[in-house]
């Protein structure tokens, strides 16, 4: 492409991207951040560091309102939100059967007739994180022993306005007989109700049970259940570790085991994948001292499937009633609610190290006057990488990150960081040369493309065998595939084939790679850099063929995330990085 053509295309995406730009509200103001989409009100925090990183270069300039949203929401010592919009709440469909409903934590849909809530992190594809459900009631009545299904006997459900949200409900009528001596058949004897408070200023859902005898019934020892179903149904959603306490135990096998006996302050379950990407639930009973005990059900050990918690009462006469409340808390990347303004996702945490990269990029193009402020929040990140950190993507962020710095320091801290850095984005290369998470996570090809983009910076940095080794691998393990449409593509084995923004993540990788050759620290047979150059002449063709002209700006197909990349990869910030801290 000549000069004038790349100018253009340059100059198109940066207009592009511009339409995405909105107020963001941050704790000091405002800054004019990017949104979702144009005209929007949803400001991701990955998005942003995209869009900072691809700004960041000498040539395109006009990412401070990102900077600005990132250094507020990702530059002091705790995670960070995922995203940070509107603190409202939005019933989306107000049908019991099918309702959804989004705050800015979670999304909640569900069939309340089945006694059924499922909740989503925001930002993630496949199951429910948490399915609300599966609930027993137990009494009994005139000397017989009743255990009821919940969900079988639910007359009534709906939404209702609260204070700061709303409320979920559903009502069942219970019906029991007495015992063998008792003349009739069953008759209704109580009623039972469940009530999920969802509040746009917590992630915290509120539950409230509530049993309530009819008149002239009386019943005895009564049990009320929580419970949370289907736990462990794959695709990134497997729960195997129950936190009781102050104790950690793996889920067992078996049905109803009882893993818990007496009063319990909190309890919950946590997933053990690396702790970028671990969900947790955490469950507080309001009345510790009525846990009567809590029940796990899984079909093999660390495999969690349901979680039932009884609580007791004693004997209930008409006009009384037994209620319990239990607060749940479902969280992603983070140990506790994510300290921050209204309207941030206080329940899923940002990747961090992505926003370290991105801030040490703006460090190294910047002009001086946010240097301390960009180095001070980069060096915080970094050294806030757990040590058990296995994700590909976050490693391979980081490794980027201290890359920029050593650029501008030349500190031998830095450098010993990027060597321990590479060593552990090498251990989670598998063998077939996909770089994924350990433990059988399914791979990322944007994650896969992050590793290789990291890698091949190192090696401009000096030639290493390991690390062009695992580039040559990982360049082996991409494929080609064609989509119904059709649309073509690149993928891995057994992975989503790469959508557009995963495509222009590739393509920025693949150009490095290219480089590191040119520059001479990257060896490869004549063969595999004949692919190479094939590969990459793909994947430029496919992402052209995803960008429209529209007035005098160019449009990606996708989010603010694809504009950016794709603006990123036909524009890298590796080429001029060489040249101005090289």
Same mark, same amino acid.
């Given at each position: 492409?000549?000069?004038?053509?790349?100018?253009?295309?340059?100059?198109?995406?940066a207009?592009?991207?511009?339409r995405?730009?909105?107020?963001?509200?941050?704790?000091?103001?405002?800054?004019?951040?990017?949104?979702?989409?144009?005209?929007?009100?949803?400001?991701?925090?990955?998005?942003?560091?995209?869009?900072?990183?691809?700004?960041?270069?000498?040539?395109?300039?006009?990412?401070?309102?990102a900077?600005d949203?990132?250094?507020?929401?990702?530059?002091?010592?705790?995670?960070?939100?995922?995203?940070?919009?509107?603190?409202?709440?939005?019933?989306?469909?107000?049908?019991?059967r099918?309702l959804?409903?989004?705050?800015?934590?979670?999304?909640?849909?569900?069939?309340?007739?089945?006694?059924?809530i499922?909740?989503?992190?925001?930002?993630?594809?496949?199951?429910?994180?948490?399915?609300?459900?599966?609930?027993?009631?137990?009494?009994?009545?005139?000397?017989?022993?009743?255990?009821?299904?919940v969900?079988?006997?639910?007359?009534?459900?709906?939404?209702?306005?609260?204070?700061?949200?709303?409320?979920?409900? *559903? #009502?069942s009528? /219970?019906?029991g007989? =007495?015992? %063998?001596?008792? !003349?009739?058949?069953? +008759?209704?004897? &109580?009623? $039972?109700?469940?009530?999920?408070?969802?509040?746009?200023?917590?992630?915290?859902?509120?539950?409230?049970?509530?049993?309530?005898?009819?008149?002239g019934?009386?019943?005895?020892?009564?049990?009320?259940?929580?419970?949370?179903?289907?736990?462990?149904?794959?695709?990134?959603?497997?729960?195997?570790?129950?936190?009781?306490?102050?104790?950690?135990?793996?889920?067992?096998?078996?049905?109803?085991?009882?893993? *818990? #006996?007496?009063? /319990?302050?909190?309890? =919950?379950? %946590?997933?053990? !994948?690396t702790?970028? +990407?671990?969900? &947790?639930? $955490?469950?507080?009973?309001?009345?510790?001292?009525?846990?009567?005990?809590?029940?796990?059900?899984?079909?093999?050990?660390?495999?969690?499937?349901?979680?039932?918690?009884?609580?007791?009462?004693?004997r209930?006469?008409?006009?009384?009633?037994?209620?319990?409340?239990?607060?749940?808390l479902?969280?992603?990347?983070?140990?506790?609610?994510?300290?921050?303004?209204r309207?941030?996702?206080?329940?899923?945490?940002?990747?961090?190290q992505?926003?370290?990269a991105?801030l040490?990029?703006?460090?190294?193009?910047?002009?001086?006057?946010?240097?301390?402020?960009?180095?001070?929040?980069?060096?915080?990140?970094?050294?806030?990488?757990?040590g058990?950190?296995?994700?590909?993507?976050?490693?391979?962020?980081?490794?980027?990150?201290?890359?920029?710095l050593?650029?501008?320091?030349?500190?031998?801290?830095?450098?010993?960081?990027?060597?321990?850095?590479?060593?552990?984005?090498?251990?989670?290369?598998?063998?077939?040369?996909?770089?994924?998470?350990?433990?059988?996570a399914?791979?990322?090809?944007?994650?896969?493309?992050?590793?290789?983009?990291?890698?091949?910076?190192?090696?401009?940095?000096?030639?290493?065998?390991?690390?062009?080794?695992a580039?040559?691998?990982?360049?082996?393990?991409?494929?080609?595939?064609?989509?119904?449409?059709?649309?073509?593509?690149?993928?891995?084995?057994?992975?989503?084939?790469?959508?557009?923004?995963?495509?222009?993540?590739?393509?920025?990788?693949?150009?490095?790679?290219?480089?590191?050759?040119?520059?001479?620290?990257?060896?490869?047979?004549?063969?595999?850099?004949?692919?190479?150059?094939?590969?990459?002449?793909?994947?430029?063709?496919?992402?052209?063929?995803?960008?429209?002209?529209?007035?005098?700006a160019?449009?990606?197909?996708?989010?603010?995330?694809?504009?950016?990349?794709?603006?990123?990869?036909?524009?890298?910030?590796?080429?001029?990085?060489?040249?101005?801290?090289?």
């Open positions: 492409m000549s000069g004038s053509g790349m100018d253009a295309v340059r100059d198109g995406l207009r592009g991207l511009a995405f730009v909105a107020p963001a509200r941050l704790p000091d103001g405002f800054a004019p951040a990017f949104a979702q989409k144009p005209d929007g009100a949803v400001f991701d925090l990955t998005a942003n560091a995209a869009v900072a990183e691809a700004l960041a270069h000498p040539m395109l300039g006009g990412g401070d309102g900077i949203l990132l250094l507020a929401l990702a530059g002091g010592p705790g995670p960070a939100p995922g995203a940070i919009g509107p603190a409202r709440i939005v019933v989306e469909n107000e049908t019991p099918d959804r409903i989004t705050t800015p934590h979670h999304l909640f849909t569900g069939d309340l007739f089945r006694g059924e499922r909740q989503h992190l925001h930002g993630t594809d496949g199951p429910p994180a948490l399915i609300h459900g599966g609930n027993l009631v137990e009494f009994a009545f005139k000397g017989r022993w009743h255990c009821l299904d969900e079988d006997a639910i007359v009534a459900a709906g939404i209702e306005d609260a204070e700061g949200g709303v409320r979920l409900f *559903h #009502e009528v /219970l019906s007989r =007495g015992g %063998r001596f008792s !003349r009739g058949g069953p +008759r209704e004897v &109580a009623r $039972l109700r469940y009530v999920y408070e969802l509040r746009a200023d917590t992630p915290v859902v509120a539950l409230t049970v509530t049993l309530t005898p009819l008149p019934v009386v019943l005895d020892r009564p049990r009320i259940t929580t419970a949370c179903d289907a736990m462990s149904p794959g695709d990134g959603v497997e729960y195997g570790t129950l936190v009781l306490g102050d104790g950690r135990r793996a889920s067992p096998a078996g049905d109803n085991v009882t893993v *818990h #006996e007496g009063p /319990l302050a909190a309890y =919950g379950v %946590r997933q053990g !994948r702790p970028s +990407r671990a969900h &947790a639930v $955490l469950l507080t009973p309001r009345d510790p001292a009525a846990v009567l005990n809590v029940k796990a059900s899984g079909p093999t050990e660390g495999r969690l499937h349901w979680l039932l918690t009884r609580y007791a009462g004693t209930l006469a008409a006009g009384e009633a037994l209620t319990q409340r239990e607060d749940r479902l969280l992603c990347g983070t140990e506790l609610p994510i300290v921050a303004p309207g941030a996702d206080a329940a899923s945490a940002a990747p961090r992505r926003i370290a991105a040490a990029t703006q460090l190294v193009f910047g002009d001086g006057k946010r240097a301390e402020a960009l180095s001070a929040a980069v060096r915080r990140i970094l050294a806030a990488l757990p058990d950190e296995t994700t590909p993507g976050e490693l391979a962020h980081a490794l980027m990150a201290s890359e920029a050593f650029r501008i320091t030349r500190d031998a801290e830095d450098r010993a960081r990027i060597n321990g850095l590479v060593a552990r984005l090498l251990a989670t290369q598998a063998g077939d040369g996909v770089f994924r998470e350990p433990g059988g399914v791979a990322s090809v944007a994650e896969h493309a992050a590793a290789l983009l990291a890698l091949a910076r190192r090696l401009a940095l000096g030639a290493a065998e390991p690390v062009g080794e580039l040559r691998r990982g360049i082996a393990a991409l494929a080609l595939i064609t989509l119904p449409g059709p649309v073509d593509t690149i993928t891995l084995p057994a992975t989503p084939a790469a959508d557009t923004e995963a495509l222009a993540h590739v393509l920025r990788a693949l150009r490095a790679a290219q480089a590191a050759r040119v520059f001479g620290t990257l060896t490869m047979p004549e063969a595999e850099a004949r692919r190479l150059a094939f590969l990459a002449d793909l994947a430029l063709r496919f992402l052209q063929a995803r960008i429209r002209p529209e007035g005098d160019l449009i990606v197909d996708g989010t603010v995330s694809a504009q950016a990349a794709a603006l990123a990869a036909l524009v890298p910030p590796e080429g001029a990085m060489a040249r101005v801290a090289g």
